[in-house]
Every structure is written in C-alpha cells, then in structure tokens.
Nanobody, 131 residues
Framework: VQLVESGGGSVQAGGSLRLSCAAS????????IYWFRQAPGEKREGVSC????????VYADSVSGRFTISSDNAKNTVYLQMNSLKSDDTAVYYC?????????????????????????WGKGTLVTVSS
C-alpha cells in the first residue's frame, strides 16, 4: 500500500498550489481520502476529505472557499487545489485513506480530529507560504 504526495513548495501569500496524492495497493473506491496538515508544534488537523462512493467532499472551516478537493478514480489520485494561500497554511500536508466503519460515513468532518483512525498514510509534502 502506498500513498504518495507531491506538489508542495514555497509560495507567497495569495498564491496557489495543487497537491496530488497518488494511491496504490488497495481498492481506491472503497476508501475516503483525507488531507491533513501539521504545522511545527501543532496538532495534526484534517482539512478536507472526499469519497467517490458517497459522492461527498467536506472541508474544514479554515480552508472552505479557498481549497478544492477532487478525485480522478481512473488514476487513483486525489488533488487538493489551494488558492488564496495564507501564512497560516504553512505545514506539512499528508494524505490518508480511511475505510468507513459500520454504518458511519467514510468522509466526515468528525474525522478531522481523529487522524489516529486513518488506515493508510503518505509521508507528506511541505507547503511554505511567506507573507
């Protein structure tokens, strides 16, 4: 199983980046894909998730209206388009895969604080936003 993030880098405030998460080794359609981020000294927090099976995408309030998550199931890849970047967005961004438990949703904002429940993780990509 592999999740490989790419697309991080340095950008000035107000700029844009697009992150990619390429998945392999598991049945992509059976999992919701999450983006988490962790700034130095801070807790890991969820910013967005998407589930093709459930047909939903969810965003944290801090990124709603600025970030867009999308999925290309043919390529087993999820993207995070990040616009209007702020210095507060500086962090290592991780993608993670989560299979819904019992009757719960795979993609849900309640999981943004439950990073420990994710099934698979990538190694992360650094995003640095300078003001």
């Amino acid at each position: 199983v592999q999740l490989v993030e790419s697309g991080g880098g340095s950008v000035q405030a107000g700029g844009s980046l697009r992150l990619s998460c390429a998945a392999s080794g598991f049945t992509f359609d059976d999992f919701a894909i999450y983006w988490f981020r962790q700034a130095p000294g801070e807790k890991r927090e969820g910013v967005s998730c998407i589930s093709s099976n459930e047909g939903i995408a969810v965003y944290a309030d801090s990124v709603s209206g600025r970030f867009t998550i999308s999925s290309d199931n043919a390529k087993n890849t999820v993207y995070l388009q990040m616009n209007s970047l702020k210095s507060d967005d500086t962090a290592v961004y991780y993608c993670a895969a989560y299979a819904a438990r019992d009757y719960g949703l795979g993609c849900a904002s309640t999981m943004f604080v439950k990073h420990y429940d994710m099934d698979y993780w990538g190694k992360g990509t650094l995003v640095t936003v300078s003001s």
